[in-house]
């Protein structure tokens, strides 16, 4: 089964400028996350889709931060302009469904460094 | 708000030991799950083992427990016989019912190393 799949691993900007990151889910999974890892700290969750409607981006700071997920399977997360707070690992993950204690399955991450 | 403590920023073990991890939580919901994720160099999160707060009975997975003292809001993850393999970021996380399910809150994390 393959996995989650996410580029780019790094990516290196200055900051103003603007990145984008992309994630494939697992096929058939219906939810997609986002979550922001900076260093030395736990993931936080973004974004949350089901299919390729919005749940929860109660955590996405909206006047930089923008995601969408087209026909509600891969999606695309971008951030215009970057600040240099914005330096972390950005992770996608993925579940079948939303039932609570459902696994969910990570991918390797895009490690975004603001200059 | 819900939070996760994790009180050692690193830990050491020799193979073939055992380790304990710990795990606190704040929650005033009766409803909810707790999980231990692992993170190698890799960065991908990889699920360790997951406890229901309603059930009693600790969790195992293989060489993976857990001790669950819910009344302590604590969640420790024991790992026997450690393998070199098992080095890594070891993150407790907590999910509960209703709202965003799938937003783990995480903590910050144990660095685990496995000495040879």
């Known amino acids: 089964e393959a996995g989650v799949a996410q580029s780019p691993r790094y990516k290196i900007i200055e900051k103003r400028q603007s990145v984008a990151f992309w994630c494939n889910p697992i096929?058939?999974?219906?939810?997609l996350y986002w979550y922001q890892q900076i260093l030395g700290q736990g993931p936080k969750l973004l974004i949350q889709?089901?299919?390729?409607?919005?749940?929860?981006d109660s955590q996405l700071p909206k006047d930089r931060f923008s995601a969408e997920r087209l026909k509600g399977v891969d999606s695309t997360l971008k951030i215009q302009p970057a600040k240099l707070e914005d330096s972390a690992v950005y992770l996608c993950?993925?579940?079948?469904?939303?039932?609570?204690?459902?696994?969910?399955?990570f991918g390797s991450g895009t490690q975004l460094s603001v200059l | 708000a819900q939070t996760v403590t994790q009180s050692q920023p690193e830990m050491s073990v020799q193979e073939a030991e055992t380790v304990t991890l710990s795990c606190t939580y704040d929650?005033?919901?009766?409803?909810?799950?707790l999980f231990w994720y692992k993170q190698p160099p890799s960065r991908q999160m990889i699920l360790v083992i997951r406890?229901?707060?309603?059930?009693?009975q600790n969790a195992t997975e293989n060489r993976f427990s857990v001790n669950f003292q819910k009344a302590a809001k604590s969640f420790s993850l024991k790992i026997s016989d450690s393998q070199l393999g098992d080095a890594a970021m070891y993150f407790c996380?907590?999910?509960?019912?209703?709202?965003?399910?799938?937003?783990?809150?995480f903590g910050k994390g144990t660095k685990l190393s496995v000495k040879p």
């Open positions: 993950a993925s579940s079948l469904g939303r039932v609570l204690g459902e696994k969910l399955f």
């Open positions: 996380a907590y999910t509960e019912m209703g709202g965003s399910q799938g937003n783990l809150i």
């Open positions: 929650t005033s919901e009766s409803d909810y799950y």
């Open positions: 096929s058939g999974h219906a939810t």
């Open positions: 889709f089901q299919n390729n409607g919005v749940v929860d």
């Open positions: 406890q229901e707060a309603y059930k009693q």
